[in-house]
């Protein structure tokens, strides 16, 4: 016996089976961007002042080119998944729905790939 109306059967509407999936990837970009921020954040506390070769040298060494690309991809796949849900959440027309998720979805790629561009030019130019 089915819980779902006839038309939902006709339709298949129903679990998309992604949501446990969805959940965990969010609590898990969650929890490493808890130590990365708060790295990254002692770090540029610890060089105010700092001229921009010093910060330079500082990101380009593999330790810390490492860790910012972590925290780089982490921020933006995490935001992603955020604005996901707000958006399948709270937008309720299909096609706009539809273009705001390939927006943000390119917006994030987009981002992430300028970000990891960045450190990577840093690091091998450094």
Same mark, same amino acid.
């Given at each position: 016996? #089915?819980?779902?109306?006839?038309?939902?059967?006709?339709?298949?509407?129903? #679990?998309?089976?992604?949501?446990?999936?969805? *959940? *965990? #990837?969010?609590?898990?970009?969650?929890?490493?961007?808890?130590?990365l921020t708060l790295w990254f954040a002692a770090s540029l506390a610890a060089m105010a002042g700092a001229d921009f070769y010093t910060v330079r040298a500082w990101v380009a060494s593999p330790v810390v080119a490492s860790l910012l690309l972590l925290l780089i991809v982490a921020t933006f796949y995490h935001a992603y998944l955020g604005l996901q849900v707000v958006i399948e959440d709270y937008v309720h027309g299909e096609a706009m729905k539809l273009a705001l998720l390939l927006v943000v979805a390119a917006a994030s790629i987009l981002l992430c790939l300028?970000?990891?561009? #960045?450190?990577?030019?840093?690091?091998?130019?450094g």
């Open positions: 016996m #089915s819980l779902r109306s006839p038309l939902a059967r006709v339709r298949h509407l129903g #679990s998309a089976k992604d949501g446990t999936a969805h *959940w *965990w #990837s969010q609590r898990l970009t969650a929890l490493a961007l808890i130590p300028a970000g990891t561009l #960045s450190v990577l030019l840093i690091l091998f130019k």
